[in-house]
């Protein structure tokens, strides 16, 4: 398959496993980050495992295979604010040197890293980047799918995508072979789909997955509005939630 000139970047994956799917609420149990460079040809994985400080529900451990007990046995860091600090810390430099953070779903973990950050008073990715409009270049696969094959059947997890696009994933729910599976979607959704993207640069393609999120989650809550389900409000901030925050965490810092 040829290549494109989106085969080639530098980039940072990232990925969390958690104790449950609520942003505001819920804690990280582990984490991952797949620096690749050198047009691919060089990666480093840097995990993680995290004590939460909270039990861990059955159906979360069931899916990443970490317990209470294990995250704590397994901890990389006595501290838990210490691992938030580096994990940040590289999220930050990667960003600051123009090197994208590739994930699936990443308002989710980017927002839970966020709240988790404030509650341990750990400096912020926000603090750290001067201000939301600076967490760039982000790159997250779910947009970029959804927008380039939006009637597409089937699920859209990132098992199923990794299917669609032909990317091997080994262990789905390891934050290490899910971070590193993005990474390699990115590249595959933009060449299959070249002719979506023409002309358009790294800062482009972030400002547009910004618009494109809010247009997928309105018509979510369109779709949700007209069947009478309930939801919960269907947020399109991205790359974070921001409005939508409880007052408890701290929405409108």
Same mark, same amino acid.
């Given at each position: 398959?040829?290549?494109?000139?989106?085969?080639?970047?530098?980039?940072?994956?990232?990925?969390?496993? =958690?104790?449950?799917?609520? *942003?505001?609420?819920?804690?990280?149990?582990? &984490?991952? @980050?797949?620096?690749?460079?050198?047009?691919?040809?060089?990666?480093?994985?840097?995990?993680?495992?995290?004590?939460?400080?909270?039990?861990?529900?059955?159906?979360?451990?069931?899916?990443?295979?970490?317990?209470?007990?294990? &995250?704590? !046995?397994?901890?990389?860091? &006595?501290?838990?604010? $210490?691992?938030?600090?580096?994990?940040?810390? !590289?999220?930050?430099?990667?960003?600051?040197? #123009?090197?994208?953070?590739?994930?699936a779903?990443?308002?989710?973990?980017?927002?839970l890293?966020?709240?988790?950050? !404030?509650?341990?008073?750990?400096?912020?990715?926000?603090?750290?980047? #001067?201000?939301? =409009?600076?967490?760039?270049?982000?790159?997250? *696969?779910?947009?970029?799918?959804?927008?380039?094959d939006?009637?597409?059947?089937?699920?859209r997890?990132?098992? $199923?995508?990794?299917?669609?696009?032909?990317?091997?994933?080994?262990?789905?729910h390891?934050?290490?072979?899910? &971070?590193?599976?993005?990474?390699?979607?990115?590249?595959?959704?933009?060449?299959?789909?070249?002719?979506?993207?023409p002309?358009? =640069?790294?800062?482009?393609?972030?400002?547009?997955?910004? #618009?494109?999120?809010?247009?997928?989650m309105? #018509?979510?809550r369109?779709?949700?509005?007209?069947?009478?389900?309930?939801?919960?409000?269907?947020?399109?901030?991205?790359?974070?939630?921001?409005?939508?925050?409880?007052? @408890?965490?701290?929405?409108?810092?």
């Amino acid at each position: 398959m040829a290549s494109s000139k989106w085969d080639g970047f530098d980039c940072l994956g990232f990925d969390l496993e =958690t104790s449950g799917v609520d *942003v505001w609420g819920d804690r990280i149990v582990t &984490a991952a @980050l797949v620096a690749i460079w050198d047009d691919g040809r060089k990666r480093h994985l840097t995990s993680y495992v995290v004590d939460p400080g909270i039990d861990i529900p059955e159906g979360a451990a069931a899916i990443h295979g970490y317990t209470r007990d294990r &995250a704590i !046995r397994e901890a990389t860091h &006595a501290d838990p604010s $210490q691992a938030l600090f580096e994990i940040s810390g !590289r999220l930050a430099t990667a960003m600051g040197r #123009g090197i994208p953070i590739v994930g699936a779903n990443l308002s989710y973990d980017l927002t839970l890293l966020e709240t988790e950050n !404030r509650r341990l008073e750990v400096p912020t990715l926000v603090d750290r980047m #001067g201000g939301h =409009t600076k967490i760039q270049p982000v790159v997250d *696969v779910m947009v970029l799918d959804k927008h380039v094959d939006p009637y597409r059947k089937g699920g859209r997890k990132l098992e $199923q995508l990794c299917t669609t696009y032909g990317v091997k994933l080994d262990d789905a729910h390891n934050a290490g072979a899910d &971070a590193l599976a993005a990474c390699l979607l990115w590249p595959a959704i933009m060449r299959k789909h070249a002719s979506k993207f023409p002309g358009m =640069t790294l800062p482009a393609l972030h400002q547009s997955q910004v #618009g494109w999120k809010r247009k997928q989650m309105d #018509g979510l809550r369109e779709y949700f509005d007209k069947k009478g389900t309930e939801h919960d409000g269907c947020c399109g901030e991205w790359p974070l939630h921001r409005a939508c925050a409880p007052a @408890l965490v701290g929405g409108a810092r």
